[in-house]
């Protein structure tokens, strides 16, 4: 799974890293770069030899948003071609989000606009100290349109309102105030500190941790009523009687690993 012109994919003991590739240019991204992500996260989502992907970076940036020369481009595109080309930058954050396998976005420098949004998508976000964060599209005329949706959800919709409005950089330390990333930590920390998360997440149920995932996008901000209700009776009834689910009450009960760690 190397053979890609931005990234680096590499695939160990049921962790799969994918690595943003184009330190040069602060790992921004462009047309074939969200092409390309969109296409290994699909691949790895439905792995068997995956259990959970980190998504990391080369260089000194996370990433800086979208590649100047892609936005030169833009700049001569009619509508229909602006719609078609916002979808694709849409349909690559889904994806992510959507991925049923745990994502860590593993933050090793700044972030600065769209590459707001690939943190946003991930499930667990940490970040060593030294890294800024910054909402930017204001100053160039734009808005953070498409990776809205997400980043509200991750850093809260009262703080969006003055990082979106004000393009404001903020440092790590606001960004875990703010729960945008879950963990702040030295650079020297941030390799065995995701590895240690990693490593949690493989030991656990497959099956459940996908559930897991579903639940979690499909309840968050819903109304507490007899639907969602029934709803999350059938979701537990449906993993209590799934093979991995009596495997793993059975294996807790005897003492013993359950299979998915054998």
Known sequence: MNNHKNLLVTTENYIATVTLNRPEIRNAFNDEMISELTAVFKQLGQSDEVRVITLAAAGKAFCAGADLNWMRAMADYDYDENLADADKLAQMLKTIYKCPKPTIAAIQGDVYAGGMGLVAVCDVAIAVKIANFCLSEVRLGLAPATISPYVIRALGAHASQRYFLTAEVFDAKKARQLGFI??????????????????????????????????????????????????????IADIRSSEQGKEGVQAFLQKRKPDWLS
């Open 182 to 235: 879950h963990e702040r930590v030295n650079e020297d920390e941030l390799q065995n500190r995701v590895a240690a998360i990693c490593a949690k997440i493989v030991n656990n149920s497959p099956d459940a941790v996908k559930t897991c995932k579903r639940l979690l996008h499909d309840i968050a901000g819903e109304t507490i009523d007899d639907k969602l209700i029934a709803d999350t009776v059938k979701d």
